[in-house]
């Protein structure tokens, strides 16, 4: 894959075009000055200076973009939760009323702890829920959005129903950027307040799209594609607005 941040400003405009006419014939100059203000962001992220990773900065590893969103959405009364935890959960943490996360991932889960008692901050819950062995009932439409099966050869149900430890109409923002995705979706909508969001990363892979059809269907959608926090590529977070 090309690295653009190596290249010229001009050849990083084209990358762009290049990039974005293969999803969409109909470019608006905002779309060209979206990217032109987030150059510099991106070409530091990923060129790793001082450490700098979404964990170490406190930023969700999603789109530029969607990260200025959410800059001006979040409250400090708001309520957020989070499928997959990271530079996010430390961003929430310092804008939100509570988190609450789950991670599948141990060891990371423990770093984003560290950080966490390194800055101060005590309005999170984390849960480390991983994945576990198959069954014969794991395996039932294993492309749907009904299934909890992940890539990784494991059921995550338990992880995917940890949100449902808490009332509908609950959460101001659900993150979904972790495990099993269309089935994270799918127990976020009742959970989501009316007028209030669902975040999803990587929003235009494949095995998403059935969840965002027939769940999402109603729900205001604003996508954000483009440079992305610490990858040298970019990539597409889109965020649902739930009716009132």
Known sequence: MQKIFKLPPIVYLRSIKNTL???NKNLKIKDYLNFI???SKWKYSIQNKDGNTPLESGKPWITFAAIEFLE???S????????????????FAKRAKRVISVEHDIEWYNNVVTKLNEEGLN???????????LTSDSLIEPTSYNSCYSEQGL???????????????????VLVDGRARPPCIKQ????VKPGKYILLDNSDRDRYQLAIRELLLGWKR???????????????????????
């Open 21 to 23: 006419t293969k999803k």
């Open 37 to 39: 203000r987030f150059y």
């Open 123 to 133: 309005n999170v819950v984390i849960n480390c829920i991983q994945g576990e062995n």
């Open 222 to 244: 604003v996508t954000y594609e483009g440079p992305t926090l610490c990858l040298p590529w970019f990539t597409q977070t889109s965020v649902w607005q739930k009716k009132v």
């Open 76 to 91: 400090d009364n708001d309520r957020v939760f989070e499928y997959g935890t990271g530079g996010s959960t430390i961003f």
């Open 155 to 173: 059921t995550f149900s338990k992880y995917v129903h940890s949100i449902n430890d808490y009332p509908d109409n609950y959460f101001d923002l």
């Open 188 to 191: 976020a909508c009742s959970k």
């Open 72 to 74: 001006k959405t979040l």
